[in-house]
C-alpha cells in the first residue's frame, strides 16, 4: 500500500491546465504570468536575478543608448550651441554631440565641451539629473546582487535507480559550488505522479522517505537516497514502464549560509526520463599527498553502469 500521500503542495491538481514540467532546470516555476504586474519591480527582480554577464551588458547597453538619444537632440538643436568644440580633433557634429552627451551624463565636466544658451542648458541640466538617478539605481542593484545570500547548488544530471544489498533505491547527488560554510542542510523530495481519479486524471503528490534529509555540516558532496519498497510510490518502477509512470520529482533544499547568517533555498526536479538505470555514481573527491581532501565538482553526474 503507497503511504505518504500529501495534499497539493501549491503546484495544483489538474492535468488540463498544466503541461511540461512543474520546476524547470534552473530551479524556477515553469509559470507565465499576464495580466496585472508591475513592470518596475518586474524589471528590478529581473535585473536581481539575472546572471553577471547579462546584467552588464544590460548597464553598459542602457548607458549608451541613453546617451545616444541625447547626443540626438543636442545634434538636432545644433552643435554651435555647444561651447569648446574647438578642443576636439573631430568637426564631426554628431560625434561633438556624443561626447558631450557623455560628459554631462557622467558629471565628468572636463572644462573644455559647455553648454551654451538657455535650451541647451536647460537639457544638460535635465542628463545630469537622469545620470545621477540611474547611476544610484546601478549602484542599488550592484549591492543588492552583492549581498543578497543565494544557494548555489549543483544537482547530479539525472537521477540513478540502482540494486543495493538486494534492495532497489533513487539515488541523485548535490554539491555547494560556492566556497562558503553551508550548516543544517535539510532537503524534501516530493513526487508529483499523473494518475486517474474519479473525476479523470489528476497529479497526486507523495512524500519520499530518505535515507537522510538533514545533514549538519554540507562541506562535500551529499547522496540523497530514497529505499524503493512495497509503501513507495516508485514501487513497481523500471525502465521498460517509465513513460507509464509518468511523474516529477520536485526538490526542495534549505541550509543555513554561515557568511550571510541567513537561510539559503534552492529548487530542482527530475522527471521519469531523467532517471538512469543499473547505474552507481563514481567518487567525487580523494585525499591528495599534503591531506587535503579534494572535492571535484565536475564529477557530480558521473557515474558508471554496474554489473
Known amino acids: 500500500m503507497i503511504k505518504n500521500q500529501r495534499r497539493d503542495p501549491g503546484t495544483g491538481d489538474k492535468v488540463q491546465y498544466r503541461a511540461g514540467r512543474t520546476i524547470n532546470k534552473d530551479g524556477s516555476f515553469n509559470v507565465k504570468r499576464k495580466g496585472?504586474?508591475?513592470?518596475?519591480?518586474?524589471?528590478f527582480e529581473w535585473l536581481i536575478n539575472i546572471r553577471w554577464s547579462l546584467f552588464f551588458l544590460v548597464l553598459i547597453l542602457g548607458y549608451v543608448f541613453t546617451n545616444l538619444i541625447f547626443a540626438i537632440i543636442y545634434y538636432k538643436i545644433g552643435v554651435e550651441n555647444i561651447g569648446g568644440i574647438d578642443t576636439l580633433s573631430t568637426n564631426n557634429p554628431f560625434?561633438?554631440?556624443?561626447?558631450?552627451?557623455?560628459?554631462?551624463f557622467t558629471t565628468v565636466g572636463y572644462g573644455a565641451l559647455h553648454p551654451l544658451g538657455l535650451t541647451t542648458n536647460i537639457i544638460a541640466s535635465f542628463e545630469a539629473f537622469l545620470g545621477f538617478m540611474m547611476f544610484?539605481?546601478?549602484?542599488g542593484?550592484?549591492?543588492?546582487?552583492?549581498?543578497?545570500?543565494?544557494?548555489?547548488?549543483?544537482?547530479?544530471?539525472h537521477a540513478l535507480l540502482v540494486d543495493k544489498k538486494d534492495?532497489?533505491?533513487?539515488?541523485?547527488?548535490?554539491?555547494?559550488?560556492?566556497?562558503?560554510?553551508?550548516m543544517e542542510a535539510e532537503i524534501?523530495?516530493?513526487?508529483?505522479?499523473?494518475?486517474?481519479?474519479?473525476?479523470?486524471p489528476v497529479y497526486n503528490f507523495y512524500n519520499l522517505k530518505l535515507e537522510r534529509n538533514y545533514i549538519l555540516?554540507?562541506?562535500?558532496?551529499?547522496?540523497?537516497?530514497?529505499?524503493?519498497?512495497?509503501?513507495?510510490?516508485?514501487?513497481?518502477f523500471n525502465e521498460s514502464n517509465k513513460e507509464d509512470f509518468n511523474f516529477?520529482?520536485?526538490?526542495?533544499?534549505?541550509?543555513?549560509?554561515?557568511?550571510?547568517?541567513?537561510?539559503?533555498?534552492?529548487?530542482y526536479s527530475y522527471t521519469s526520463n531523467e532517471i538512469a538505470f543499473g547505474c552507481k555514481f563514481v567518487p567525487a573527491y580523494h585525499s591528495d599527498r599534503h591531506g587535503h581532501t579534494v572535492f571535484d565538482l565536475n564529477k557530480i553526474s558521473e557515474y558508471e553502469k554496474v554489473d
Open 167 to 182: 534492495k532497489k533505491m533513487l539515488q541523485f547527488r548535490i554539491g555547494n559550488i560556492k566556497s562558503n560554510t553551508l
Open 141 to 157: 542593484l550592484l549591492y543588492s546582487r552583492f549581498s543578497r545570500p543565494k544557494a548555489k547548488i549543483l544537482f547530479s544530471d
Open 36 to 43: 496585472r504586474t508591475y513592470i518596475l519591480v518586474s524589471t
Open 188 to 200: 524534501e523530495v516530493i513526487m508529483q505522479k499523473k494518475e486517474i481519479g474519479p473525476g479523470g
Open 95 to 104: 560625434f561633438i554631440a556624443y561626447f558631450f552627451s557623455f560628459q554631462t
Open 136 to 139: 544610484a539605481i546601478a549602484t
Open 217 to 236: 555540516f554540507f562541506p562535500l558532496n551529499w547522496t540523497i537516497v530514497h529505499e524503493i519498497d512495497e509503501k513507495s510510490p516508485l514501487y513497481g
Open 248 to 267: 516529477e520529482l520536485m526538490i526542495h533544499f534549505k541550509a543555513f549560509d554561515d557568511t550571510f547568517s541567513e537561510h539559503v533555498h534552492q529548487r
